[in-house]
């Protein structure tokens, strides 16, 4: 009998991320006698919720999660990643702050820089990264902060800093 490969995957996912709740939640009980970290509580939970589909990073830094957040959006608006290398002048640059719980939900966006001649990019990149939640679970850091660099192209094609290709 054949089985979907998608199913398989969920499957397999579903199970992981209720061991890895397990486990870490059995660790921090032997180490202060709670029962659960918050972290594994909010993973755990994602999971019994049928969250199937949801993505798991692997990451042990937050300078690797960065990464895994990029690819993430990167798929998300495949036609709107510039190829190749950006131009000697972008059109805007659009710094900002994200912060994500244990479940790669956006819980803050800070804007540290954005362009004063084109206000109608940081709103885009805002939407972008709101329409593109949740990232995924950053499980080994149980929550994430970051900065990244948003390079914009006068077409609204971007690259982000993490992921850059430079420029010409």
């Given at each position: 009998m054949?089985?979907?490969?998608?199913?398989?995957?969920?499957?397999?996912?579903?199970?992981?991320?209720?061991?890895?709740?397990?486990a870490?939640?059995?660790?921090?009980?032997?180490?202060?006698?709670?029962?659960?970290?918050?972290?594994?509580?909010?993973?755990?939970?994602?999971a019994a919720q049928g969250a199937g589909a949801m993505k798991v990073s692997t990451a042990e830094t937050e300078k690797a999660y960065r990464a895994d957040a990029a690819r993430h959006i990167y798929a998300s608006y495949p036609d709107k990643i510039y190829k190749g290398k950006m131009p000697p002048m972008v059109y805007a640059v659009v710094v900002l702050e994200m912060d994500l719980d244990a479940t790669g939900q956006l819980r803050n966006l800070n804007v540290i820089r954005k362009p004063s001649h084109a206000p109608e990019v940081t709103q885009s990149v805002q939407e972008m990264?709101?329409?593109?939640?949740?990232?995924?679970?950053?499980?080994?850091?149980?929550?994430?902060?970051?900065?990244?660099?948003?390079l914009v192209d006068k077409s609204g094609r971007f690259q982000l800093d993490a992921l850059t290709e430079g420029q010409r």
């Open positions: 054949k089985f979907p490969r998608r199913t398989i995957l969920a499957s397999t996912l579903l199970a992981s991320l209720s061991l890895f709740g397990a870490v939640a059995q660790a921090q009980s032997a180490r202060t006698g709670h029962t659960q970290t918050a972290a594994a509580e909010q993973v755990t939970a994602a990264i709101r329409r593109a939640s949740p990232m995924p679970a950053p499980a080994r850091l149980g929550g994430a902060r970051f900065t990244e660099i948003w």
